[in-house]
C-alpha cells in the first residue's frame, strides 16, 4: 500500500518540475535575468565599473621650471596611474581644476630646486578634487608615493642614502595586483543568484497566484508541499547554471583567480541559493500579486545585496547601526565566503561561521514558506 503511494508522489514531483522547466524555458522573461541579466552585470562591472584610480588627469605647474622639476613631472609622466599635463600657471591649473578637467593639481613653488637642497627638504603643493571622496584619498597617495620614488632614485643617483623616519615596507595579501576586478567579479555571483533565487522566484510564483494556477492544481492530488519542492529543484538548478556561468566567466574571462575549492565554492553556493529561494517563495506567499512581489524582493533582497553585504562598501566602515543591520541580510554572509575563496583560499574561520549562518536562514525562510503555504492553502 506504502509503495505505491510513495510511486506515486515521485511522479507528481516529477511532472512538477517538468511543468515548472517548460515554463521557465517558454518565458523570455525568465531566460533574460538567469543569462542575459548575469552577462549584462559580468560585463558592466568587469569592464566598466572601477574602483581603481587609473590615468587620473593632472595639472602639473612649476612656478619656475628647472631640471629637477621637469625629472619629477616626468617620473608622474611615465606612470600609468597618472595623465598629466603642464599648465604655465597655478590660476589656470585651479580653472581646470573646477572645470573637471583635471582631478588634482601638483604645484611647484619658484624657489622648489633651491630648497630641494637643503636638509629640511622642498616641500611640494597638492590640491585635489575632493566631490568624490575614494578617487581623492587614491590619488593624494598615488602622488605621494611618486614623490617619495622619485627622492629616493634621485638620492641613490648622487651615492646617498634618504633618511626618513620610518622605512616602509609594504607588502599586499591575497589581490597583489590591487585590482579592483578581482574584488567586485567574485561577489556578482551572490548578486546574480539573488535575482535568480529570491526576484525570479517571488515573481513566477506570484503569477501563479495570479493567473490561477497553483488553485487548479491544488484540486487535484498534488500536495502543496510536492508544489513548492517542484519549484524549489527547478529554480535551484537554474540558479546553479547561473553561478556556474559567473564563475566560469570570472576565471577564464576576468583572469580573477579561485584559490579555494570549487566544491566548497558550491557547496556554500547551494546554501545561499536555498535562503535566496525561500526567500523568494516566502515573498510570493505572502503578496500574491507580481507588481507587490517583484516590489518587495527588490528592496528586501536585491538592494541589500548590492548595498549591504560587503559587495562595494566595506561593511566595517559603515555606522554601527548600519553593521548590525547587515546581519539580517543573507547575501552579507555569501560575499565573504566568495570573496575568500576566490582571493584567499579555503580560508575556515571564514567558511564555517558564514555557511552556517546560511544554513540557519535557509531553513528559516523554507519553513516559513512552508507553514504559511499550508496555513493558507489546505
Not at 209 to 217: I, M, P, S, V, Y
Amino acid at each position: 500500500m506504502n509503495a505505491p503511494l510513495r510511486g506515486s508522489a515521485a511522479m507528481r514531483l516529477r511532472g512538477l518540475v517538468r511543468k515548472e522547466f517548460l515554463q521557465i524555458v517558454r518565458d523570455p522573461s525568465s531566460i533574460a535575468i538567469a543569462f542575459l541579466m548575469p552577462l549584462f552585470l559580468l560585463v558592466l562591472f568587469g569592464y566598466g565599473v572601477s574602483l581603481d584610480a587609473d590615468h587620473v588627469p593632472l595639472a602639473l605647474v612649476a612656478e619656475a621650471p628647472s631640471p629637477d622639476s621637469a625629472d619629477f613631472f616626468a617620473s608622474l609622466t611615465g606612470s600609468s596611474s597618472f595623465a598629466p599635463r603642464i599648465v604655465a600657471s597655478l590660476d589656470e591649473a585651479e580653472r581646470d581644476l573646477r572645470a573637471g578637467r583635471v582631478n588634482a593639481i601638483v604645484h611647484l613653488r619658484a624657489d622648489f630646486a633651491e630648497r630641494l637642497r637643503r636638509p629640511t627638504g622642498a616641500p611640494i603643493q597638492v590640491i585635489v578634487n575632493g566631490v568624490d571622496a575614494n578617487t581623492a584619498r587614491l590619488t593624494q597617495g598615488y602622488i605621494e608615493g611618486a614623490w617619495g620614488n622619485w627622492l629616493a632614485r634621485r638620492a641613490a643617483a648622487q651615492g646617498q642614502k634618504l633618511v626618513t623616519p620610518v622605512s616602509l615596507e609594504a607588502r599586499v595579501w591575497f589581490n597583489s595586483e590591487l585590482k579592483s576586478r578581482n574584488y567586485l567579479v567574485p561577489g556578482l555571483v551572490a548578486i546574480i543568484m539573488t535575482l535568480i533565487g529570491a526576484l525570479l522566484t517571488a515573481l513566477v510564483m506570484a503569477r501563479e497566484w495570479e493567473r490561477g494556477t497553483l488553485e487548479a492544481l491544488l484540486v487535484t492530488p498534488v500536495r502543496m508541499s510536492e508544489v513548492l519542492l517542484g519549484k524549489i529543484i527547478a529554480y535551484f538548478t537554474l540558479g546553479t547554471g547561473g553561478m556556474l556561468l559567473t564563475v566560469g566567466l570570472a576565471v577564464w574571462l576576468f583572469g580573477v583567480p579561485l584559490r579555494g575549492s570549487f566544491w566548497l565554492l558550491w557547496a556554500c553556493a547551494s546554501l545561499f541559493l536555498l535562503a535566496a529561494l525561500g526567500m523568494g517563495l516566502t515573498i510570493s506567499t505572502l503578496a500574491r500579486n507580481q507588481f507587490v512581489a517583484g516590489q518587495i524582493a527588490i528592496i528586501g533582497t536585491f538592494l541589500p545585496a548590492f548595498l549591504l553585504s560587503g559587495f562595494i562598501f566595506d561593511i566595517n566602515s559603515m555606522p554601527a547601526v548600519v553593521q548590525a543591520i547587515t546581519h539580517i541580510v543573507v547575501a552579507r554572509y555569501f560575499v565573504a565566503i566568495v570573496q575568500t575563496l576566490f582571493l584567499a583560499g579555503d580560508v575556515w574561520a571564514v567558511v564555517i561561521p558564514n555557511a552556517l549562518a546560511l544554513l540557519a536562514m535557509a531553513l528559516f525562510f523554507l519553513g516559513v514558506t512552508w507553514r504559511k503555504s499550508r496555513k493558507h492553502l489546505e
